[in-house]
Every structure is written in C-alpha cells, then in structure tokens.
C-alpha cells in the first residue's frame, strides 16, 4: 500500500496556500504611529502653552493620509514587504517633529515647518523609489559607476562655487538656495556599490593566503579595495573635521566583507585599520582631540553640549518631564544631533529606551530580511543597510550619552536636517523592496510534465 | 553567507544593549549626582518654578515664603523680615545657591524630598501644581525681637534656648542682611548685593551667633566651678587663695585680678564669693589643683569640641577646649583665656544644662516638617538628652552662686524685679588693638528655669573703650530677651 498515492491529491492545496502579507497589520500599525505622533504633538503644546493646538485634527489627518499613501503604494508595489518597517519610521519621523516643535516653541522658530516639508519630499521619494525599481537586483548591474557616483557626492562640496562651510565642516552643498548634504545620499549609493561588488570579487576575496594565530589572513594582492575605501574614509575624515562619518562608512564596508567572504579576518584588519586611522586623527585634527577630552572630562565645562545633555538626561530621569516641561532647550543645537537627549529628558528613560528598541526592531527586519532573501546582492545590500543604520544610531546615541566620544552625524528620522529625512526615506523604500523580495513566496516549480504520476518533484533544499 | 549576518545581527543587538545599559545608568544612577550638580541650573529652574514651602517661625509667623509674580520664574521667594530672621532662614539665590535652613531643609521646601513622593504622584494625577513643605523652626518672634532691637548698633549676637527641651528660641546676629535681594529674580540685582556682601568687611551673612568662636573669658568660670564641684572637693562655700596676683606656674608672668586686689580681705575667699565677684586669682588656683583632664571633661559634658545642631544641618562651628595646655596654659583656660573659645550657642547651653538640673538638652532649630498643605505633620522633633553634664547637686550650688551674681555681683544689670536671675558676666581680652568682647549668660526665673540666654558684644561703636564689659552692655539685653520669653 503506497501513502504516496493517497497524498497525491492534497499536494497542490499546501502550495497554493497564500502567504501572510500583513498588509492589514502594517494599516493597524499605522494609525497607532499616527495616533502616537500627533498625541505627542498636541502634548508638546499642552506642556508649553497650556492647551491643544487649533490644527490638532488637521495634524492628524495630515499625518494619517501621508502614511496611507505610502501605505497604498507599497499594497501595489511591494505586497508581501515586512509590515512593521513603515510604521516605525512615520512613529520616529513623528516624535522627532514633536520635539523640533516643541524646541521651536521655546526657541521662536519654525523649524518644524520645515521639517514637514522635507518629510513629504521623503515620502516622494519612498515612492519614487519603490515605483521605480521593482526588483533590487536592477541595482547590482553597475558596481563600479555606483562607486563612482558615492565618490562624487562625497566630493562635491569640495568644489567652489556649490561647496559651502556650515559650522566648520565642509559638508554641504548650495544649489538655487537650497542647502544639501550629499554624504546622506552618497552613503547609500556607496553600500549598493560596495554589495555590487562584492558579490563579484567575494570568491577571491575569500582566498586564504598565510595563516596566523588561527587566523586565516587574506592575499596581500587581495588587500587593493579594503585600503583604497580606508583612505577614502580618511579623506571624510578630513573633509568633514570628524570621525563619525568616516567610521560608519569604512564600518559597513568591513561588515559587508566579512559576510561576503565568511572570513572573520577582515573584521580584524578592519578594527586595525580604523585604530590606526582614529589614533592619527586623534594627533593630527585638533577637532577629534576636543571631542575626545570632552568625552573623559564632560563636566569640567558644564556649558558644553555633552554636559547639558548629561543635566538633561538626569532630569529627565526614569518618566521624563514630560514633553513641554523639561529644559532641552538649554543643549545647545539640541534639534539636530542631540534630539537624542532632548527626547531622553522629556520621555525619560523609558521614552528614550523605546526609542532605541523601535530603531533596534527596524534594524532587526532588514536583517532578517537579509538572512531570508535568496540571493546574495539582495542579502548584501539588506544587511549593509539594516546594520549602516544600527552602526549610525549607535555612534549617534552613544555620542550623546556619552558612551562614546561625540562625532557630528544625525539621528535618523527624528533630527533636523532635509537631506538626511529624505535619504533615510530612500533607505526605507529599498528596505521595504528587500523585505518584500524575501517575503514574497518562491515561484512554484509547476511541474510541466504530463506524466506526474510517475516524476516527483524533489525539493533539494 | 548567513552565519556571518546572524554574528552580525548579534553584533548590533550588543550595540543596543550597550546603549541601554549606559542610558539606565546616567538616568537612574548617575542622575542624582548630575542632579545635585553646582552647575547644573536645570534643577533650580524647577525649582523657581514650583511654590517653594514656607519657613514659619514657632507662632506660624511666615519668616520666607513664596509668592506667585509670573514671568520666567513663577515664584518670588520673600522675607518679610529680612535682617530678623537672616541667621536663621538663609538665602535662597539662583546664582550664589542656598544657606542656612534654606539650604539645609531644602529637600522638604522644594518638595522634592522622599517623605513627599506619594503626594507628587497624587498631583502628577491630579494636574494639581506640585508644592513645597513648610518648615517650622523654633524661633520665638518675640524674643527674636527683643534681641535684635536691644542688640542695636553693636556687632555681636545672642542666643536664647528653652531649657527643658533645647529649643533654640532666638538666634540673632548682628550686622545682618537683607535675603531679600538675593533671591531677585534680577540676575544683576542678586550680583550686586552678592557682591556687596562679600566686600563688606563687617561680614553680615555671618552667623556669629553659632558659626564663630571667640575667646569666652569669664563667663568660662562656669565651667571651672562646674568642674570643681564635680571633684567633690569642693562647695559653694569651700574658701580658696584669691591674691591680687597669681604666679603663673613653670613662667615668670603673673596673672592679676582685673582690679588689682585681692579677693576677700585676708586673700583668700569663698567659692560663691570668687563667682560673684569674677575673681581671676580664685579660679586659677581651682584651675591648676583641678588639671587640664577634669576641665576639658566638664566643658565636653557641655557640649564642647563636638558640632552642635547637626541634626539641622546648621554648620555650626564647635566650640574648642585645647588639647594638651601645660600647666600655665591650663591656669589661663581656666578664666576662659588661652585657646579656650566658644560659641554664644555653646555658652547659653552652659547655662541652660545649669538651669535643667544638671542636664543638658540637645539644641535643636526645627520644630517640625510639614506637608505642602502646611497642616500635617511629617516629622515632629522630639527633645532629646545630650548628655548629663552634672549632677543635680551641682547644678542647684551653681544656680545659688549665679543668682549672687545678678543679684550682688557683675551682672546686677539682668535683674528683674519679683523674679529671681542666675547669670554671670565676662570681658574677654584677645588682643590689646581691639577692644575686649563683653558676654553675658542668664537664665530665668532662677527656681523654675525656662529660659537660658547667652549674648555676646564683639565692638560697641556707641560706648567708650572703657565701658565696655559683659555687665554693663550685654546683661540687658539678656534681660529683654528673657522678659520677652516668660511674658508669654
């Protein structure tokens, strides 16, 4: 007596089973980040001015069809994406302009204006985005012109005329009036880059050349790329006056080589090589020595951003103030790089630690989209941006509470900055294309023959 | 490639982790340090921001209280009795920081204090505007009064102390100040005065009533003859040498009496006699036959080289007996010179202890912590016994020999008519450029003691050189202040 023949008639009903997409989760999830952004909104007001603001509904609603939007978009674009991704940003992008609003109150600014603005750019181009590329792999067909391209945007406010000074740092870019900052941009282009390539050269790059200390270490000839992108990150470095940046880009190269060539050797060279790079910065740029001092001795000038923020976060305590009754206004500069401790007085540790698990969840989606794709430009470039994200946050965060040195970057989707939002955005909508490219279900291998009855289908995996 | 992905998915979640870990630190560990941090304004600003708690004097007078005026700092914080109360309010300054109660009871006053911690989150539920506690100090305005009015123009100060239970009731200290401007919302304003303040050479924003210790000279006697009585070798009535001149032992010097005559006809003279009349040569001799050791163990059953009003958190200074005087050293502090130095707190508690059978009750200045509602009580100081500082017998000999003083002595200034004064007087020379500090310490009714006062009067810009002396300028403001006490 056979099973197999009783089975037989039940198989095609297993496969053509339709997978959760979560599309119904992910519009659930968003009118609680709706919910949650304009309550924080309305509260900032409740805290500074004593009542509700008269656009509260308007706000709401605003807020709601901005998400829904992207919402619909990515139900006809990209079904089967993770659920969870876009919820998280529009809470992020929410509590950020909660607090740039409520800075804008104490400090008689518009800010926040502004910032609604760039988020529906970034939303834009969320869109765009997804419309634009419908499979991701259409990324990978050209390594070298995408370097290229990162190269450019690093370099550009080099140039005269377009290149523009803001604090001391040459980051920026002018064009019509309008200021940019093109490292965001070029730091996607450059891990789509990195991923294109390495999926190319991965196998040589895996070659074991001597062996030391258990440690198989890689070919000298093989050493060529690893070098140039450090020194590129010293060049940042140099353009830039700041170590941060330069960290978070070389970072994610080292990390994509390693899960290239499963070789842990890279990620010790890597370390070396950023150790050596750090150290010389420490003694050449007078900029990376103060804010190494600053990290040791923060109290000494208590005028200092790392010491309000310090004040700020010890006010703030367990609960927080509450939003509108802390005194984030006293950071200096406390809407862009530090909104971290801003958001951390005013919510506490418990708001600020949500905040941390909410980027962690984010994080955690592109990885394990990343672990799930089935390919492995797609597992690359997953995997370089969930974890450029956490590396960005951490240097971010960590800099503002003082668990490492400080070093100028922004904290994505909650500070102010236009460039910044909308290249995150850009970030998310290939985040989503990447989820819903590992989500979506494997095409069925329809057997084509008419003897069935007798082939099997095996699968080999 | 994916093991590599999940090391480096457990990579980043020790990034978080370690995120977290630093940030429950700073905000659950580190944040009452950062809190309590001089320079940390984030704490004070809230603090403007929240009606502080009242300081009320024992009859519920509001000595600082805040009052509601609007603009970036809600609350004006008031004394309406500035210079009265300075000593023992404080100030409360956004820029120079707190003193006095101000600061020591702040914990209660800005209702940040754990004992109200259910009360803020009943208002944080509420919506009801978090307050501060009241503080009610022991302070006695009447005798507060009669104090700082009698005290005048002179520098100096005085003290007044239930003698049954150790209640500070007047701490008056002279050049005062105003708290008022200090607590100006102008920032310039509290500069100025601040400043002003600081270059004042006369040193107003000194508490010289527990903070400063000078040389007690004869009211120290008390202390000699305490002593002797407690060896049992001696009674009020015991006769010793009293020469116009006492050699100094192991030392060429002599030391006279400040007349320079003998005491007693045939030089010699009772002990009750030798009090009444301050006599030097008589308590040196007491002082030699009785040794370093048994003065210094009578002046620390008093209260001597230990801080007193710690539990209030007054920074007072203690009062000091030497160490290890020789014998010509231990002759001088025995009439209250040489190293021997004292507060005006301590001397009122030498009386007082003399006035309460012997027994020394711990002074204390607050009453009692109240809530924010300022009608229940979180805490009630309860009097409590220093120490037996001698025996009953002691206590009512000396009392004898102190009413001799008032009555027939130095200190005829401080009677009273129809009730009984015990007190004694004392000149202190320090140096021969400025003129002597002029005491005097009482208390009152001598056969039923509530009261006991100690005043002291380091210049007299009204009064010759000459004049001065402790039965002469300060004896009558210890009366006022004693009067001001038993009239209620």
């Known amino acids: ?461 | 490639m994916n093991s590599p992905i999940r090391r480096v998915s457990a990579g980043c979640l020790l990034l978080v982790v370690a995120l977290l870990i630093n940030l429950t630190y700073i905000q659950a560990f580190w944040a009452d340090e950062l809190n309590a941090h001089p320079d940390n304004r984030r704490v004070t600003i809230s603090e403007y921001a929240r009606e502080r708690g009242p300081i009320l004097a024992a009859d519920d007078t509001r000595i600082a209280v805040s009052e509601e005026v609007g603009g970036d700092f809600e609350f004006l914080r008031k004394y309406p009795d500035g210079p009265l109360y300075a000593p023992v309010t404080g100030y409360y300054s956004y820029q120079y920081g707190r003193s006095a109660t101000e600061r020591a009871q702040n914990a209660i006053l800005s209702g940040e204090d754990d004992r109200l911690f259910v009360r803020r989150l009943i208002d944080l539920v509420t919506g009801e505007e978090p307050k501060g506690g009241g503080v009610k100090l022991t302070i006695d305005p009447a005798a507060q009064e009669a104090a700082y009015e009698t005290l005048g123009n002179n520098k100096g100060s005085v003290v007044a102390i239930d003698v049954r239970t150790g209640a500070v009731l007047a701490m008056v200290s002279k050049p005062s100040y105003d708290p008022n401007p200090l607590a100006s919302h102008s920032l310039s304003e509290q500069q100025e005065h601040w400043e002003q303040l600081q270059a004042d050479d006369e040193q107003p924003h000194l508490n010289r009533a527990i903070a400063q210790t000078l040389p007690p000279g004869s009211v120290f006697k008390l202390v000699t003859a305490a002593a002797a009585l407690e060896s049992g070798e001696y009674e009020a009535d015991s006769t010793v040498p009293g020469p116009a001149e006492y050699d100094l032992p192991q030392s060429e010097r002599n030391l006279p009496n400040q007349n320079g005559e003998p005491c007693g006809s045939d030089g010699e003279t009772t002990l009750t006699n030798a009090l009444r009349i301050s006599c030097n040569t008589a308590f040196a001799h007491l002082g030699e036959e009785l040794g370093a050791d048994a003065l210094r163990d009578q002046a620390q059953r008093l209260g001597f080289n230990a801080q007193p009003l710690t539990d209030d958190d007054m920074n007072a200074a203690a009062s000091v007996f030497p160490d290890d005087p020789d014998a010509p050293q231990t002759v001088l502090s025995a009439i209250g010179q040489f190293d021997v130095r004292a507060t005006p707190l301590q001397i009122a508690m030498v009386s007082a202890a003399i006035a309460n059978d012997g027994v020394l009750m711990e002074p204390y200045l607050v009453d009692e912590l109240r809530a924010p509602d300022l009608v229940s009580t979180l805490h009630q100081t309860e009097p409590e016994e220093a120490s037996q500082a001698m025996s009953a017998g002691t206590a009512r000999q000396l009392t004898d020999m102190m009413v001799e003083v008032v009555e027939d002595g130095t200190g005829s200034n401080a009677s009273m008519s129809g009730i009984e004064v015990a007190g004694k007087t004392g000149t202190a020379q320090s140096a021969p450029e400025r003129p002597p500090y002029a005491w005097f310490t009482s208390f009152a009714p001598a056969d039923d003691p509530q009261v006991a006062v100690a005043v002291v009067i380091e210049e007299a810009p009204d009064t010759a050189r000459d004049d001065i002396g402790g039965g002469r300028l300060a004896a009558p403001i210890a009366r006022a202040v004693m009067e001001a006490v038993m009239d209620e």
């Not at chain 1, 804008?104 to 985005?129: E, H, K, P, R, S």
């Not at chain 1, 006293?330 to 905040?355: R, Y």
């Open chain 1, 1 to 461: 007596m056979s099973f197999d023949q009783h089975r037989a008639p039940t198989a095609p009903a297993d496969e053509s089973v339709v997978p959760r997409r979560g599309r119904g989760t992910e519009l659930i999830l968003l009118i609680f980040a709706a919910g949650i952004s304009t309550f924080a909104y309305v509260n900032v007001d409740l805290g500074v001015r004593g009542d509700v603001p008269p656009n509260a509904l308007a706000y709401l609603s605003g807020f709601f069809l901005v998400a829904g939007i992207a919402h619909v978009v990515i139900r006809m674009r990209a079904p089967y994406a993770d659920p969870t991704i876009l919820p998280i940003v529009v809470t992020l992008c929410g509590l950020g302009l909660a607090m740039i609003h409520r800075l804008d109150l104490t400090d008689d600014t518009t800010l926040a204006a502004t910032q609604l603005t760039w988020m529906l750019v970034g939303v834009a181009l969320f869109i765009g985005v997804l419309i634009a590329i419908s499979d991701h792999r259409v990324l990978a067909r050209y390594p070298y012109l995408a370097g290229l391209s990162g190269l450019v945007l690093l370099i550009l406010p080099l140039l005269p005329f377009i290149g523009h000074d803001i604090r001391g740092a040459q980051i920026w870019i002018q064009i019509a009036g309008m200021s940019f900052q093109p490292n965001e941009a070029a730091k996607i282009v450059l891990i789509i880059a990195f991923a294109a390539y390495l999926v190319k050269t991965r196998d040589a790059l895996a070659l074991a050349g001597r062996r030391f200390l258990g440690v198989d270490l890689p070919r000298a000839r093989d050493l060529g790329p690893i070098l140039l992108v450090w020194l590129g990150g010293l060049g940042i470095l140099t353009l830039q006056n700041d170590l941060g940046p330069s960290i978070l880009l070389f970072g994610i190269f080292v990390l994509l080589i390693y899960i290239a060539t499963e070789r842990i050797s890279w990620v010790i060279l890597g370390l070396l090589l950023i150790g050596v790079g750090a150290f010389t910065a420490y003694h050449v740029v007078a900029h990376v020595q103060n804010r190494f001092d600053l990290w040791l001795n923060p109290l000494d000038d208590p005028s200092n951003q790392i010491a309000q923020s310090l004040f700020g976060l010890a006010h703030g305590g367990a609960v927080g103030t509450g939003l509108g009754q802390g005194y984030p206004d006293m950071i200096p500069i406390a809407e862009s790089d530090f909104i971290g401790a801003a958001l951390g007085e005013e919510l506490g540790l418990a708001g600020l630690t949500a905040i941390i698990l909410l980027y962690a969840l984010l994080v955690s989606r592109g990885l394990k989209a990343a672990l799930v794709i089935r390919e492995p430009f797609g597992k690359l470039l997953a995997a370089g941006l969930a974890s450029g994200l956490m590396l960005q946050v951490f240097i971010v965060l960590g800099g503002v509470t003082r668990l490492i040195p400080m070093s100028g970057m922004t904290t994505p989707f909650l500070a102010l900055g236009g460039s910044s939002l909308v290249m995150n955005w850009a970030l998310v909508a290939l985040l989503i294309r990447l989820s819903d490219a590992a989500r979506r279900p494997a095409p069925t291998a329809t057997p084509s023959f008419s003897d069935d009855a007798v082939t099997q289908v095996v699968r080999v995996r």
